[in-house]
């Protein structure tokens, strides 16, 4: 079975500073990790996603996340928040499945909050 | 690219009643999944569907159906509503191929309350 865990159910930064929002994860199998972001009233968009390659990736808006096997962590980083920022974000991990090309399901964290402040 | 849109927006029920939720994907996709997100939670899996079937299912009992139309939108119907399904729901497209992950779209969700 495979979960997430989102450490922090609130997080809150001045703007300019940096952010880290962290996530553990647990997978059966060599997980797909993503890391979504959810803006009041709109859908949920893709910031960055891990499936094998370069432990370390990088997302759109100047995000980016480490992902340690050893620490099965996959944290989210930003050097400086913006006030656009702020939203509910989401770690999620999928499962590669039997065969490649299907959509494996997504399971998704409980959220994290980031609030940022003048 | 009108990406994925859901039908209706919102949507209040009463208990024991049925419900129909809609979506379309995105142009060129042709799997849809549907997730429920409950206040203050992540979204949770219900099930996928491709070539009209249901491929995968989540932790969801029966009460929970769906339907995919030969052009790709879907349906979730929910029978014997109970006020615990009251949530977002989301639905989600992708394209099947060869490569190892493909991008899940997401729609802007239908709000359902259930009284």
């Known amino acids: 079975a495979q979960s997430v865990t989102q450490l922090d159910s609130h997080v809150s930064v001045s703007e300019g500073t940096p952010v880290l929002l962290r996530c553990n994860y647990s997978?059966?199998?060599?997980?797909?990790l993503f890391w979504y972001v959810q803006h009041p009233n709109k859908g949920l968009q893709l910031l960055l996603k891990?499936?094998?390659?370069?432990?370390l990736v990088k997302g759109i808006n100047g995000f980016e996340a480490e992902f340690k096997k050893s620490e099965t962590s996959f944290h989210l980083t930003k050097p400086s928040a913006h006030m656009s920022d702020a939203a509910e974000y989401f770690c999620?991990?999928?499962?590669?499945?039997?065969?490649?090309?299907?959509?494996?399901?997504?399971?998704f964290g409980t959220g994290t909050r980031l609030q940022v402040t003048l | 690219d009108a990406g994925v849109t859901q039908s209706p927006t919102h949507l209040i029920k009463t208990r024991g009643q049925q419900v129909t939720l809609r979506c379309s994907p995105k142009?060129?996709?042709?799997?849809v999944s549907w997730y429920q997100q409950a206040l203050g939670q992540g979204p949770q899996f219900i099930f996928q569907?491709?070539?009209?079937?249901?491929?995968q299912r989540g932790n969801f009992p029966d009460r929970f159906s769906g339907h995919q139309f030969p052009n790709y939108s879907s349906e979730l119907n929910v029978n014997a509503l109970l006020l615990g399904d009251s949530a977002l729901y989301l639905c989600?497209?992708?394209?099947?191929?060869?490569?190892?992950?493909?991008?899940?779209?997401f729609g802007p969700g239908t709000r359902l309350t259930v009284l």
């Open positions: 989600a497209s992708s394209i099947r191929s060869g490569a190892t992950y493909n991008e899940q779209f």
């Open positions: 997978s059966s199998y060599s997980p797909s």
């Open positions: 891990y499936t094998s390659a370069a432990t």
């Open positions: 999620v991990v999928s499962d590669r499945m039997a065969f490649s090309g299907t959509a494996s399901k997504l399971t």
């Open positions: 142009s060129g996709h042709d799997t």
């Open positions: 569907y491709y070539e009209e079937e249901e491929r």
